[in-house]
């Protein structure tokens, strides 16, 4: 084991809000607000919010606990506990190392969007075809990504406390209170159309908030469960060995239990406000099937919200575009401490060596995928039946397909080899009480496995499968 002095965040407030900063990203603001939508609203978020303290807790408090009571990262923590498990450590690294190289790819577009903001041609953003036209050029998206990544590499070069703390200090604050600016503003919005009929943002958060039970089927209910649990763990930044970083920096007087929740709660406050902006506003100006989902609703559907709004709009979109870029930086600096940690482990480098070189490999990398929307482009269709770009083949390959994987991987590994004692002890460590101490337990031995069994199945398209040849 590491025997070296650590670094570590100063108490419990630098972690919470640095692990915060990685799980409040693009998944909170362009994922959750489509998915409510799309599943039923109200039903969606109780469903959401009942997994997020059962479920996404039990991967919470294992890749926090792994760290903390190894000390290390995901490559050598599973090594350490258990030297037959260290391939798990292995599987875990690749995520974001394969994450890394489009995150700042997206980083990059953010930048780029809020850049057209402030030089005061938002209503160029809102015109057919500017994203398509930006992203398949040759060099502005490589010059925006690197300059996302820049920013990145400088947080992680200047240390925990130093660079991803303070970091994370100064902006997650911010962050809060842009999203909360926003939110109030659309609920305020009203718009009358040709016909003289009126929609207000207030109908907008009653779409957003009643549970709609219309044709919710048994297999319609467990469509909706999976997409709530496959949004729950990418939101909160488990499986990916990124907690497990961050849990080895979390000193031993810290009372995980209570931060952890303080996580598990934050992340989903920001993204019931995101859907609090997002939902009321496209609803107002393009009603209830204006919703799209990912790049399209960040890049497309929502610029001609803002164009929509006029004058007004285009200082909206400026505080959108900000927010959501401080949102993918806290990320993208969690994702790349981890590969820059798990490299000082291994090569026992110097953090300042170790941020230079693994800066330059994603920024190599990065070029690659920002290539793959002109010199490399190609459609392929992945088994959920989406076509997709190498971007999105990347994303598919880390989120859908490793992550649910890992998580099984890591329960059966928890739950029944090493045993929960392992990680209740650790979270008892600092002499403070592990509530949901019974839930964990039960939650990590028999209901995460078997769920992530399903949900792994569902997205290697193995139902899809099924069902196409029952037909
Ligand atoms: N948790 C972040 C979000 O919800 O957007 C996304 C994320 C961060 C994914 C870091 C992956 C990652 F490595």
């Not at 305020?188 to 016909?195: F, H, M, S």
């Not at 890992?406 to 002499?431: N, R």
Request: glycine share 10%; net charge positive; with cysteine.
């Amino acid at each position: 084991m590491n025997t070296k002095k650590k670094s570590s965040f100063s108490g419990s407030l630098g972690f919470v809000l640095a692990a915060a900063g990685s799980a409040v990203g693009v998944g909170n603001i362009w994922r959750f607000p489509y998915l409510a939508a799309k599943d039923g609203g109200g039903l969606f978020i109780l469903i959401y919010i009942a997994l997020v303290f059962t479920f996404g807790f039990t991967l919470l408090v294992t890749d926090v606990a792994i760290g903390r009571r190894t000390k290390t990262n995901a490559l050598q923590a599973f090594g350490v506990i258990h030297p037959k498990w260290k391939f798990l450590g292995y599987i875990t690294f690749l995520v974001p190392a394969m994450i890394m190289t489009y995150y700042s790819v997206i980083g990059g577009w953010i930048a780029k969007y809020l850049f057209t903001y402030l030089t005061m041609n938002g209503q160029e953003a809102a015109q057919d075809g500017y994203f398509t036209s930006f992203i398949t050029s040759k060099a502005a998206p490589i010059v925006f990504m690197l300059l996302f990544l820049a920013v990145t590499a400088f947080v992680v070069y200047s240390g925990v406390e130093k660079g991803i703390e303070r970091f994370a200090r100064i902006v997650m604050p911010g962050l809060f209170l842009l999203i909360i600016g926003i939110a109030v503003y659309s609920l305020t919005l009203r718009v009358e159309d040709g016909n003289g009929s009126v929609r207000t943002g207030l109908q907008g958060l009653v779409v957003y908030l009643i549970p709609n039970f219309d044709g919710v089927t048994p297999s319609r209910f467990l469509e909706i469960l999976l997409d709530a649990m496959s949004q729950i763990f990418f939101s909160l930044s488990v499986s990916m060995g990124i907690m497990i970083t961050y849990g080895s920096y979390v000193k031993k007087e810290v009372n995980l239990g209570r931060s952890l929740g303080q996580i598990e709660f934050f992340d989903t406050f920001v993204a019931l406000l995101a859907g609090l902006m997002i939902i009321p506003a496209v609803y107002v100006f393009f009603g209830t099937e204006g919703m799209a989902s990912g790049p399209s609703l960040m890049f497309i559907s929502l610029p001609k919200v803002f164009a929509e709004m006029g004058a007004f709009g285009m200082i909206i979109g400026l505080v959108f575009f900000l927010m959501v870029l401080f949102a993918t930086l806290t990320s993208s600096v969690s994702i790349l401490e981890t590969l820059v940690a798990n490299c000082m482990d291994i090569f026992h480098t110097t953090r300042k060596k170790t941020s230079l070189v693994i800066g330059v490999v994603s920024a190599a990398s990065s070029v690659v995928i920002c290539m793959g929307y002109n010199v490399l482009y190609f459609e392929l269709t992945l088994p959920n039946g989406q076509t997709a770009q190498l971007l999105d083949v990347m994303d598919y390959i880390s989120n859908s397909f490793l992550m649910p994987f890992i998580s099984l991987l890591t329960c059966i590994f928890v739950g029944w080899v090493i045993k929960p004692k392992w990680i209740c002890d650790e979270m008892e460590a600092s002499g403070h009480k592990f509530g949901r101490k019974k839930l964990y337990i039960v939650m990590i031995r028999y209901v995460v496995p078997v769920m992530m069994a399903v949900l792994f199945l569902q997205s290697a398209g193995v139902f899809t499968m099924l069902k196409s040849l029952l037909r």
